[in-house]
């Protein structure tokens, strides 16, 4: 597992070193390389290509798709960073994009990365069909959008201080983090040829692991340091943001995690995909990690 | 051709009503809508419009193609009024977005109606074949994103206090309200199926009506009152950013649109195509326009 997503990772870093920024007036690419490369886990882009992979999907579509979901993901994080938004200096361990290149420069460069996203999937060659195309942009458009990412960000700015319940978190947390997870997922299996069924089963897989993801990140907001989260650690409670500890508490989050973990690999197994190993470790991954 | 015009106008913006966040969460969904509906000239998607029918397109794809170059252009318009770039309080004579719904509220409203703009490219049904959907998007990301619209806004904001030569500035331009309106004419011209010499002559005609329409804003920015303008009139000036009038002065820039017009006009008739009356009256519209 770790010699698969080394390989995957160093395809993906260097589709991404040649894509992004590369046609971009100077101080705009440069911001957006900034903000994407040497750095993170890349986890949404392995998901894509270990989706893609256990349906025997399209190998340059998964690419793109991976670079796509990616640069989403980026350009969330550029514009959730500024002043405006959660205004933190520290990400990945690197001043955040606004502190170095000013809050219009930041602003921009993620606009052009959500751009970007779309421009990757939708090439005029590159043997990927033009039907697969517009599926890919589909699901990333809808899991980036006011039904998703963007939606939960929403969601997010208005409960600050307010007290949610555990169901209003979790559909929060389903739109802001889990869309794009699952979408992830989604796009690798439609780099494919899938029944109905395997789509739901790795749809729900998707479900639980997005999910699974921000109840450790929850976790992992309380437990860790900033030197290893790359981030400022403790802002969710100092900004008086509901999370899962402050509503379910550490010890029921983690028990929580535990059961989206085997909740995900329950739906795995009823995929009844025959090499469905690279998303198993990776699911392990999502729940194991400590940054 | 105001009856025209007038019956696409009411389609455009039933459209937009129906698709424009009403799926969103309350507070986005608000900020979407109040930046999209009930404004503007809908000269973008006009255009759509118009080359779709000069080229017998399919009218569903062409109806999303509109409001989805429109999304595109408000987006923009929200999060260049934000306050880190032109700091911009009034536009279409109401409040901008960042002033009714806070900067957080505006970053996000812009960056869900850009995924939104996709989303309305690829839907599931609608009867737009797929390989159609694609090359709407590959048109819309191109011409939105950092070889279009974000660059130029990029060196938009790099070339503040900066003297740019004519060619400097027509480059500037181009990318940053030329290329969507260009992009605006390629989309309505996807969604038939013409000759590349049609389609060459319809992408000439775009990008001197897209140019034209820049050198009119200069001028208007120095000739009208905010009143007309429904935006703070004198902007360019008063921030000390290169325009046509800074450049040329007033009379020649009057003469380079209306050189440019000539040039847009002579490409339609080029294009051999039967009835580009549409087309025509909208290159008069962008010459002649008082706001």
């Known amino acids: ?93 690197k001043p955040t994009v606004h502190v170095k290149y000013g809050e219009a420069g930041a602003l921009l460069a993620g606009d052009a990365l959500q751009a970007l996203a779309f421009e990757l999937l939708t090439p005029d060659s590159d043997n990927v069909p033009e039907a697969m195309q517009a599926r890919l942009c589909r699901l990333l458009a809808h899991a980036a959008g006011s039904a998703g990412m963007a939606g939960g960000q929403a969601i997010d700015l208005a409960s600050v201080g307010l007290k949610l319940d555990e169901n209003q978190l979790r559909h929060m947390h389903r739109l802001k983090t889990g869309a794009l997870l699952q979408g992830s997922v989604l796009m690798g299996v439609a780099c494919g040829d899938v029944s109905a069924g395997e789509r739901q089963a790795l749809s729900d897989f998707g479900a639980a692991l997005g999910l699974a993801f921000q109840v450790v990140d929850d976790i992992l907001d309380v437990t860790a340091d900033s030197a290893t989260l790359g981030k400022t650690a403790g802002k969710d409670a100092e900004q008086d943001k509901p999370t899962y500890v402050s509503i379910l508490g550490l010890e029921r989050s983690r028990a929580y995690a535990q059961e989206l973990h085997a909740q995900a690999l329950a739906a795995l197994d009823a995929s009844g995909l025959a090499d469905a190993r690279a998303l198993r470790a990776l699911a392990d991954m999502v729940v194991d990690r400590v940054n």
Chains 1, 2 share one sequence.
């Open 1 to 93: 597992m770790r010699a698969w997503s080394t390989e995957r990772l160093t395809r993906v870093e260097r589709a991404l070193e040649t894509w992004v920024g590369t046609d971009a007036p100077a101080g705009l690419g440069e911001a957006m390389r900034y903000a994407v490369l040497d750095g993170g886990k890349r986890l949404r882009p392995l998901l894509v290509l270990a989706a893609s992979e256990a349906v025997g999907g399209n190998e340059r579509a998964a690419l793109r798709a991976a670079c796509a979901v990616e640069l989403i993901h980026a350009y969330s994080l550029v514009h959730d960073d500024m002043p405006c938004m959660d205004n933190d200096v520290l990400r990945r361990g």
